[in-house]
């Protein structure tokens, strides 16, 4: 089984096999992180550094557009605050692509323990999104979106932690695995082939479903088989970054997001372990 992108859609995804009774592995692929982090339980945070003054102070009301660097100076301010630390970028960028077996332990512990912070500074932003996306130049917002959204995603869209809890007894059992360098998503024959890029080296995997899990269905390469409902294939749609080169045969059981909840569950008891 092969789950097409790692943001929380995809954890419901996997969460529901498991409750179905789901007995054969389940790949996730995803071109560039892993599964999301993992929250703590809800901690009270009063922002100091992300809040409307200082974006207004920023961009003098508004009078100019602030650039990503300078956004992202107020939030490294803000989780250093919170954290009582330095802000490890790199330690970051490099966990989007650690395995997911050495990462959610880590992240279960922390979260379990209350030292994950930073979730909590960032949580408190929330009602802030649209107003920094407004105070952005077109630069900022272009780079953001083509660099640093999937990393922010996989940080700011952590997962409850019972479900990680859940995720982990899977990774133990050797029943999940996630990946990161996605390149393609071809069907053929009525098997589906979904090629990756890990440490250096290109790999395939075969699939007989494909679930299409990406928070937008732009993002969903047409040869995963997102349709609403089972039957025809829809109309390709090209991502950057994916090759995607043949559409889904007419039949396949893969359903995209929405779909009538009913239907949806009715395509998971249907795919083959």
């Known amino acids: 089984m092969a789950v097409i992108g790692s943001s929380l859609t995809a954890v419901d995804v996997v969460v529901l096999l498991d409750a179905l009774g789901h007995q054969g592995e389940i790949h996730c692929f995803s071109r560039l992180r892993s599964l999301p982090k993992v929250q703590g339980a809800p901690t009270p945070w009063t922002s100091r550094y992300v809040t409307e003054e200082r974006v207004e102070e920023l961009t003098g009301g508004g009078a100019r557009q602030a650039g990503l660097a300078e956004i992202a100076g107020l939030f490294r301010q803000e989780i250093e605050l919170a954290t009582g630390a330095p802000l490890d970028w790199e330690a970051a960028l490099r966990s989007a ?4 077996a050495e990462t959610l332990p880590e992240d279960i512990r922390e979260a379990a323990e209350g030292r994950n912070r930073w979730y909590a500074a960032l949580d408190a932003t929330g009602h802030l999104a649209p107003r920094l996306w407004h105070r952005m130049d077109d ?3 272009e780079v953001f979106l083509a660099k640093h959204a999937s990393l922010w995603a996989m940080y700011r869209h952590s997962m409850p932690l019972p479900n990680a809890e859940k995720l982990r007894r899977l990774v133990r059992a050797g029943q999940l695995h996630a990946h990161t360098g996605l390149r393609a998503a071809v069907a053929h024959g009525g098997r589906h082939t979904l090629t990756c890029v890990e440490d250096g080296r290109e790999r395939e995997f075969g699939a007989d479903y494909v679930r299409c899990s990406t928070s937008t269905r732009a993002s969903c390469p047409p040869t995963a088989g997102c349709s609403p409902t089972p039957g025809p294939s829809p109309t390709p749609t090209h991502t950057p970054g994916l090759r995607c080169t043949t559409s889904m045969p007419t039949g396949t ?9 009913s239907r949806w569950i009715t395509a998971a008891r249907c795919w083959r372990t």
């Open 139 to 141: 630069t900022a917002k």
């Open 253 to 261: 059981r893969a359903m995209c997001w929405p779909a009538p909840p």
């Open 97 to 100: 692509r650690r395995p997911v």
